[in-house]
């Protein structure tokens, strides 16, 4: 007789680990979770936890003005940023902006309808740029930041490049807002080209003097209410930043995609 199977059941038979089941009770299931995802207490560390808990914060729009990525969390936002759940997050939420676009009754608006896209990981991914400089736990530096901008090289967000292109083919113009400088007009258009977005209706920029005062949410909802008072009718808004879709008037419907490397109020 083999007793090899045996052996593998003593410990079961004897209660010291769980019988393996093909279909867990939820429960068990939750159970098993808990040492990974951190809720099994003090007894099991797992990195990357705390990390988690704060790009939560963070997405959520609770927590406001920080500076720079928790030390400690380069690791942690450099597999976010770089690998699949970046993506997938970006995607799940230009799915659902494609189809609340699909749904809307385009053809009566006379042209007016039109979609604001934010520029910076939004339509364009500065992630060659951040994967050189700590995934936001440097400090920023402008300089540097704008030498990494005048090459013109940044690539497109591919989710967000895919919703553009459906909003194009829905008749709904793009119009693109940013706090980019109005001197980084020539390099900015000549990107978005690059990157695939190749028409638009407005590129907006952030001009210099007065307006200086402005942070980027008075700036950005003052734009926006210009484009309507001009008669356009913003059926949508997307950006990485809260300052980009909060403040009146918003657009008709906002979408946020994630962006854990740093905060523009
Ligand atoms: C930005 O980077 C440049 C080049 O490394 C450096 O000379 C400058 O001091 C930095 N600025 C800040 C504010 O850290």
Redesign the pocket.
């Known amino acids: 007789m083999n007793l090899l199977p045996l052996l593998f059941l003593l410990p079961a038979l004897l209660g010291l680990v769980p019988p393996m089941q093909v279909s867990a009770a939820p429960a068990r299931q939750i159970h098993l979770l808990r040492p990974v995802m951190g809720s099994a207490g003090a007894a099991v560390k797992v990195k990357g936890v705390s990390c988690s808990s704060w790009q939560f914060g963070v997405e959520t729009n609770s927590l406001r003005g920080w500076n720079t990525v928790p030390a400690g969390c380069e690791s942690y936002f450099g597999h976010y940023m770089m690998g699949r759940r970046y993506r997938e997050d970006s995607r799940a939420v230009a799915a659902a902006a494609a189809e609340y676009a699909r749904g809307l009754q385009i053809s009566s608006g006379g042209g007016k309808q039109i979609w604001v896209f934010d520029v910076d990981e939004t339509s364009l991914s500065n992630l060659p740029y951040y994967s050189r400089h700590g995934f936001g736990v440097e ?1 920023f ?1 402008a ?2 930041f704008d030498t990494w901008v005048a090459t013109g090289t940044a690539p497109p967000l591919p989710e967000s490049l895919k919703l553009y292109k459906e909003l194009l083919s829905l008749g709904i113009k793009v119009v693109f807002l940013t706090g980019r400088a109005e001197e980084q007009r020539q390099i900015t258009a000549s990107n978005l080209k690059k990157a695939g977005y190749y028409s638009w209706e407005k590129l907006i920029l952030r001009g210099n003097g007065a307006l200086a005062h402005e942070n980027a949410l008075q700036f950005k909802s003052s734009e926006r209410l210009k484009l309507t008072e001009q008669g356009y009718r913003i059926v949508g808004n997307i950006g990485d930043q809260w300052s980009d879709i909060l403040g009146s008037p918003e657009g008709e419907r906002t979408f946020k995609l994630p962006d854990p490397l740093y905060y523009i109020s």
């Open positions: 400090p530096n300089t540097l």
